[in-house]
C-alpha cells in the first residue's frame, strides 16, 4: 500500500486524488464478487483509505488502511495490493473520505444534504464548532453549481468563472475566510478586468480592477453625468463600507445580531436602511440618461439575472464595490479548487462526506425533521437536517408534507424560480482571440429590450486568458451561456432534441463570431452544449433554475427567507435563501446558517426568548415585502 502512496505524482497527491482498482476479489464484508475497491491515498499522511463501493455505485463503507488491517486480520500491507492485483482498470476520482455507512442507525449532530458551496460552508463551520457532521452529495464531486468537468484535456467551471469574495482584507471576502477557517488557501490570479460590457449602440465598458480606471471610463462615455455616476456609486460604497465593517453571522441569531447594534450602530443603522430598497430606485436619484440606467440594468443583471428596479441594493453594492476592493481573483487550476479545498478540510475538521448519495426524503418525527432516507432506502438519524438542495425542491419534494408551510408558501408568492440557462463549453484554437482579450464578457448586441430575454444577452468566460493550464497548449477556453427556460427544451424527441441544441448554440456563436472573434466557428476544436434539462439533472434543481427572481417589485431583500424553516430541526441553506444567488451570497448564506444551528444544538450562546422575540419578527418583516 505504501507503494501506491509513495508512486503517487505530487499533483494527485495534494488534490487527494484515489486510485480506483476494479478488482475482481471479493472483500469487506464478504461483498460479492465484482466490487470495485478504491484505494484513497493521503500520502501527506502516509496513510491510506480503502473503501468498498457496490457494483450499482453506492458507496457502502471506508476503512482506514488499519482498520482494514485489523478487520481482515491482515498484518502486511502488502496483502492489500494482492487483493487488489487482478485489477482490471485504472481510473482517478476525487478524494472522499467516507467513512462507516452501514444500515445500522447513526447519530449526527447535523446531515446536511447537498455539497454546492452553500452546503460546503455551513458543514465547514458547524464542523469546526465541533459538530459531527455527515455531507451527503448526490453527484460524485463536491461544488454543485461551482464544481468542474474534465473532458479531451479541457478542465470545464460549470458555472460561473467570476469569483468575488477571494480578496484578502475586510470582511466579506467570504470565501477565503470560509477556506481559511478549515486550513486552507487557494492560490489565486488577480483579474485586471471584471467584465467587457458590448452593449446597444456600441456601448463598451470594460470595469478595471481600479475604481478609477472604471469611473473614469464611464463618465468619458457619459460626461454630462458625470455627478450622477460618483453619486450611485458612492452610495453603493457607503452600503459596502458598513457589510464590511461587520462580523458576518447569523441575522437570526439575536445575541449576535444586538452584540452588532451595540458596538457599530452606525453601519447596522445604514444596512437596516437599505434592506428594503432596490438599486434601480437609487440609480434614478442620481441618473437621468435612459442608456446610463440601462447600463445600471445590465451590471444588476449579471448579479440578479433581473434589472436594476428588482435586485436589492445590498446585493449591487456588494459586487459593485468587492470588484474594486477585494477584487475578482481566479483559483489557479479552476474554480473547483474552491469547493475540494472546503470538502478536504471538512474532512480533516472531522466531517464526513458522501458522494452518490442521493437523498430522497427528509424524515419526519412528531412535525420534527429527524433525519434523511437515501435512494438506497437506508435511513440516516440527525439532530438537524441542513438541505442544500433549492428551497423548492426541498418543499415539494423531500417533504412528505400535506400542504407546504404557510411562510413557504409566501416566499413562491415573493419569489418565483429565475430561468435557467443554456451553456456552451468550448475549446477553440488560441489564434482566434485577438491579443489582451478579457477573461469575462457580457454581450448584447442591438436592443436593451432583450437584456432579460432568453438568449438575449450572452454571457463568456474565457477562464485560460488567466489560466492556460485549463486547456492543451495553443487552446483556449470558452464557457458561454444565456438565460434559457425549461419549457424551451420540453416535449422534444432525442433528436430533435440534439437538433435544437446544434441549433441554437450555431445561432450564439454565430452573434460572438460577429461581435467579437471573427473565425471563430471554423476554431472550434471541441464543444459541449448543456440545457436547463442538463442542469436539472446535473444539479438536481428544479427545472434548473439559476435561483429565485423577485415575482413582482421586490422590496429589497426583506422578503428573503433567512435559513430556519417553519419545519422544526429543518434549515435550508444556499441560493434560495438571504441573501441569494452568487458563490459569495451562498457562502454567507453557509455562515449565517451554521451560526444558528449550532446555537440551537448548543454549540453556541443562545437566549431562548430572544430566540423567539427575533424570530417571530423577521417573521412579520417578511410579511411585509
Ligand atoms: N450555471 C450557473 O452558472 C449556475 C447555475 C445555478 C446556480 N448557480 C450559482 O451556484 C450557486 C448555488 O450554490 P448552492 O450552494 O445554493 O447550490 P448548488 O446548486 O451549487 O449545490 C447544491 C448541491 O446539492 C446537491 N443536491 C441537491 N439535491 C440533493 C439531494 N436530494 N441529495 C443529495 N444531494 C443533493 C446537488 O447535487 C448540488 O451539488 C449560486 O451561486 C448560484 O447563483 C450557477
Ligand atoms: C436583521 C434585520 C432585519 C436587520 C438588521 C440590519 C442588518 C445588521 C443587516 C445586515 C445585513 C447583512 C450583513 C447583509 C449581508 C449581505 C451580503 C453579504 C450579501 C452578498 C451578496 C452577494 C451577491 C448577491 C453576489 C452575487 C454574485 C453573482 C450572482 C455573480 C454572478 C456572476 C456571474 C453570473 C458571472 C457573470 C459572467 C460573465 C459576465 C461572463
Not at 3 to 9: A, E, G, T
Not at 212 to 227: S, V
Not at 409 to 415: D, E, G, I, P, T
Not at 555 to 575: H, I, Q, R, W
Request: some cysteine; glycine content about 8%.
Amino acid at each position: 500500500m505504501m507503494d501506491i502512496v509513495d508512486r503517487l505524482s505530487p499533483a494527485m497527491a495534494s488534490s487527494a486524488y484515489s486510485i480506483a482498482f476494479s478488482a475482481t476479489d471479493s472483500c469487506i464484508n464478504c461483498l460479492p464478487l465484482q466490487t470495485i475497491i478504491h484505494i484513497h491515498a493521503r500520502p501527506w499522511k502516509k496513510t491510506a483509505l480503502i473503501c468498498r463501493v457496490s457494483s450499482s455505485t453506492s458507496v457502502l463503507s471506508v476503512h482506514s488502511v488499519n482498520s482494514y488491517h485489523r478487520h481482515h486480520g491482515i498484518n502486511d500491507s502488502r496483502n492489500v495490493l494482492a487483493m487488489a492485483s487482478s485489477a482490471e482498470s485504472l481510473v482517478t476520482i476525487p478524494s472522499s473520505n467516507s467513512t462507516r455507512f452501514s444500515n445500522e442507525k447513526e447519530d449526527y449532530d447535523a446531515i446536511v444534504v447537498g455539497a454546492g458551496i452553500g452546503g460546503l460552508v455551513a458543514a465547514t463551520q458547524l464542523a469546526i464548532r465541533g459538530a459531527n457532521v455527515l455531507l451527503l452529495e448526490k453527484y460524485l464531486i463536491p461544488g454543485g453549481s461551482s464544481g468542474y468537468y474534465k473532458r479531451d484535456g479541457y478542465t470545464f467551471d460549470v458555472g460561473s468563472s467570476v469569483m468575488f469574495g477571494c480578496g484578502d482584507k475586510g470582511s466579506v471576502n467570504l470565501i477565503t475566510r470560509a477556506l481559511a477557517d478549515v486550513g486552507r488557501k487557494l492560490d489565486l490570479i488577480p483579474d485586471p478586468t471584471t467584465v467587457h460590457y458590448h452593449m446597444p449602440n456600441a456601448l463598451s465598458v470594460r470595469v478595471h480592477r481600479d475604481y478609477e480606471a472604471f469611473i473614469g471610463e464611464l463618465t468619458h462615455i457619459f460626461p454630462h453625468e458625470t455627478q450622477g455616476i460618483r453619486s450611485f456609486y458612492g452610495e453603493c460604497w457607503r452600503v459596502f463600507n458598513a457589510l464590511n465593517s461587520l462580523e458576518l453571522k447569523s441575522l437570526e441569531e439575536p445575541l449576535y445580531l444586538f452584540g452588532q447594534f451595540f458596538r457599530n450602530p452606525i453601519a447596522c443603522l445604514t444596512l437596516a436602511y437599505y434592506l428594503p430598497q432596490n438599486a434601480g430606485d437609487i440609480a434614478r436619484k442620481y441618473i437621468k440618461d435612459p442608456q446610463l440606467l440601462s447600463f445600471i440594468d445590465a451590471e444588476c443583471f449579471i448579479v440578479s439575472t433581473v434589472d436594476a428596479c428588482r435586485t436589492p441594493m445590498i446585493n449591487a453594492s456588494m459586487v459593485i464595490c468587492d470588484r474594486h476592493y477585494g477584487g475578482i481573483n481566479y483559483p489557479l487550476g479552476g474554480v473547483g479548487g474552491i469547493a475540494q479545498q472546503l470538502a478536504d478540510g471538512f474532512i480533516e475538521k472531522g466531517g464526513r462526506i458522501e458522494y452518490r448519495a442521493n437523498v430522497k426524503k427528509i424524515l419526519m418525527k412528531d412535525s420534527k425533521a429527524v433525519g434523511v432516507k437515501l435512494a438506497t432506502g437506508q435511513e440516516i438519524f440527525a439532530k438537524v437536517v441542513v438541505s442544500n438542495a433549492t428551497r423548492w425542491d426541498t418543499f415539494e419534494k423531500l417533504l412528505d408534507t400535506n400542504q407546504i408551510p404557510k411562510e413557504e408558501q409566501s416566499f413562491q408568492k415573493c419569489y418565483q424560480k429565475a430561468p435557467s440557462f443554456l451553456s456552451i463549453h468550448m475549446g477553440v484554437k488560441a489564434e482566434v482571440l485577438p491579443p489582451d482579450t478579457d477573461c469575462h464578457h457580457l454581450v448584447l448586441e442591438d436592443d436593451w429590450k432583450n437584456l432579460e430575454a432568453p438568449y438575449g444577452t450572452i454571457f463568456l468566460s474565457i477562464p485560460t486568458v488567466l489560466d492556460p493550464s485549463l486547456a492543451p497548449s495553443g487552446r483556449h477556453i470558452l464557457h458561454i451561456f444565456t438565460t434559457a427556460w425549461m419549457d424551451d427544451w420540453e416535449g422534444l424527441s432525442p433528436a430533435d432534441y440534439v437538433a435544437k441544441k446544434e441549433a441554437v448554440a450555431d445561432l450564439i456563436i454565430q452573434r460572438l463570431e460577429k461581435t467579437l472573434f471573427p473565425g471563430l466557428k471554423d476554431a472550434v476544436t471541441f464543444k459541449e452544449v448543456g440545457t436547463p434539462k442538463t442542469h436539472r439533472r446535473f444539479l438536481a434543481r428544479d427545472e434548473g433554475t439559476y435561483g429565485p427572481i423577485p415575482s413582482g417589485r421586490p422590496k429589497g431583500l426583506l422578503g428573503m427567507p433567512f435559513n430556519t424553516t417553519a419545519v422544526e430541526g429543518l434549515y435550508c441553506v444556499g441560493d434560495s435563501c438571504f441573501p441569494g444567488q452568487g458563490v459569495i451570497a451562498v457562502a454567507f448564506s453557509g455562515v449565517m446558517c451554521a451560526h444558528r444551528v449550532a446555537a440551537d444544538i448548543g454549540l453556541e450562546r443562545r437566549s431562548a426568548i430572544l430566540d423567539k422575540g427575533l424570530l417571530s419578527l423577521l417573521s412579520w418583516f417578511r410579511t411585509l415585502a
